[in-house]
């Protein structure tokens, strides 16, 4: 296995990855407030997050990945009172179709996706014992975070509470003590329909409280990966490391990564410029697949400028990838296999290849996820190999099963190779094993044991498993 070096937001450098458990990683990522739908900046957070858990659990790591929703927030009330719906209706609509979006993405679902209005009882107990604690103060309007009472406040983003101060946005309360103090849970006020009973009156939480809450539940008190968009560095995560290593002592997560801002024209996205990008929108013209390229062909903490050429670019690209594995699948389903196992000088340089791009790729992924350079290589090992087949240089059964099964596995790895549908894939698949397995009969038959034995490797290397009975070979796919 590769050592992992990841860039640390909390230390500001590269440092070797080192889970708590071996083997074993936790990751908790700040998901979506669900007042309107994900735009294609949030898209590229769960995009790169959904690589990284598959990337940990291609180099052997078993990874449990938390993925939160806030359903009740001051944007979604004030979106609901616009609609003349209740805020908890709102929220459920909204949540639907972040869930949709996230399928429609071909995202692989976290093993958890809890929602605040799930944890309230756990958010109550939790603020109490902040209270308790003196890190925390009641007030007219709510409960507030005493952030002087913590002497680590701003090594996550590395401010002073001087520099905090200066040009701040401070919230107005009649209660707050000090202008940094932040809200842990917020008194219901006369307009707002949604609140819950709580030893300081009705109301609801704050919102930076709630991940220290869910990610504590199902990870732990510290766990590994904490993870989103660079914007929510501070304060929210700020914050959370303020209200977690007050209450247990430890900062919640080892490493903190997070994603660079996608822009338009140079601008964050936002409703008040109007220039939301929606991912269900973009879906309608591109695939999943071209969308993930696109995110994942520049480094996560790159910042990146959206705009509708650099999709179309993304799409010309990655169709090297797939004119390359097509063309290996109609030579594998269409070949003359009358010297299928002879491998030429030529074919052997191509398959040691495989090792050299797969040691890059993974070279460039072990340093900070650099999926930007580990494409690159998938890209060039595509573009030779597509050129040997018009080249007329791959005529090896073997070295055809072998490029396919290289290509697919890492093109999968990235989310990036749109799969057929099963009917016609298991039609063709079963058409090609039915000719390769009536070819290997005829080797057995003149006992001619290596070449039958190197078919049935082939197959197996392939993902075809094949079992010799009395009735003759029975095969089944075993990935």
């Known amino acids: 296995m590769n050592r992992i070096y990841i860039f640390n937001t909390l230390t500001g450098r590269k440092e070797p990855f080192e ?37 940990l659990e291609y180099v052997g790591y078993d990874v449990r990945y938390v993925l939160n929703i806030t359903d009740v927030d001051d944007k979604i009330i004030r979106a609901a009172r616009e609609r003349g719906i209740s805020s908890l209706d709102y929220a ?14 071909k995202l692989r679902p976290p093993d958890v996706f809890p929602r605040v ?15 308790d604690k003196n890190f925390a103060y009641t007030a007219p309007d709510g409960v507030y975070y005493r952030v002087k ?12 509470l001087e520099e905090m101060l200066v040009g701040a946005r401070v919230e107005v309360s009649e209660g707050k003590k000090d202008p940094l103090d932040f809200a842990l849970w917020k008194a219901k006020k006369k307009e707002e329909d949604v609140c819950w009973s709580s030893p300081w009156g009705s109301g609801r939480p704050g919102w930076h409280i ?11 008190e510290q766990f590994d990966i904490h993870g989103g968009g660079s914007d929510l560095i ?23 990564i997070h994603v660079g801002m996608l822009q338009i024209s140079g601008e964050k996205m936002s409703k008040s410029l109007g220039n939301i990008i929606k991912i269900r929108d973009i879906l309608r013209r591109y695939s999943p697949e071209v969308v993930k390229f696109y995110v994942l062909n520049t480094h996560y903490r790159k910042p990146v400028d959206y705009t509708e050429e650099s999709l179309e670019e993304a799409k010309k690209t990655l169709d090297i990838v797939v004119r390359a594995y097509d063309a290996l699948g109609t030579l594998i389903s269409s070949g003359d296999y009358k010297h299928s196992f002879r491998i030429t000088d030529e074919e052997m340089n191509i398959l040691y290849s495989i090792r050299g791009t797969k040691d890059r790729v993974l070279d460039a992924l072990s340093d900070d996820f650099n999926t930007r350079e580990a494409l690159k290589e998938l890209m060039r ?18 070295v055809a099963f072998q490029l396919r099964e290289f290509i697919g596995d890492l093109s999968n790895l990235f989310g990036i190779l749109e799969e057929k549908p099963i009917s016609e894939e298991h039609e063709i698949l079963a058409r090609v094993i039915e000719e390769i397995l009536k070819l290997r009969e005829e080797f057995r038959k003149v006992k001619n044991w290596e070449v039958a034995d190197a078919i049935r490797a082939a197959l197996n290397r392939a993902g075809i498993h094949v079992d010799d009975t009395r009735r003759g070979p029975v095969w089944r796919i075993i990935r």
């Open 92 to 105: 459920e609509e909204y949540t639907r179709r972040f869930l949709e979006d996230y399928l429609a993405l």
């Open 19 to 55: 889970p708590l458990e071996k083997n074993r990683v936790k990751m908790y990522v700040c998901g979506p407030t669900v007042y309107d739908d994900v735009h294609i900046g949030h898209a590229r957070t769960f995009i790169f997050f959904d690589f990284v858990r598959k990337f």
């Open 149 to 160: 009472a913590f002497k680590g406040y701003g090594k996550l983003s590395k401010r002073s």
């Open 234 to 256: 501070f304060p929210h995560h700020e914050n959370e490391i303020a209200q977690s290593e007050a209450l247990t002592g430890k900062v919640p997560a080892r490493y903190w």
């Open 117 to 131: 209005t799930k944890h309230i009882e756990e958010i109550i107990d939790f603020i109490q014992k902040l209270i």
């Open 210 to 220: 709630e991940c220290s809450v869910m990610s504590m539940k199902y990870l732990g």
């Open 381 to 398: 090992l595509s573009k030779d190999v597509y050129q040997a087949i018009v080249d007329d240089k791959i005529k090896s059964l073997t």
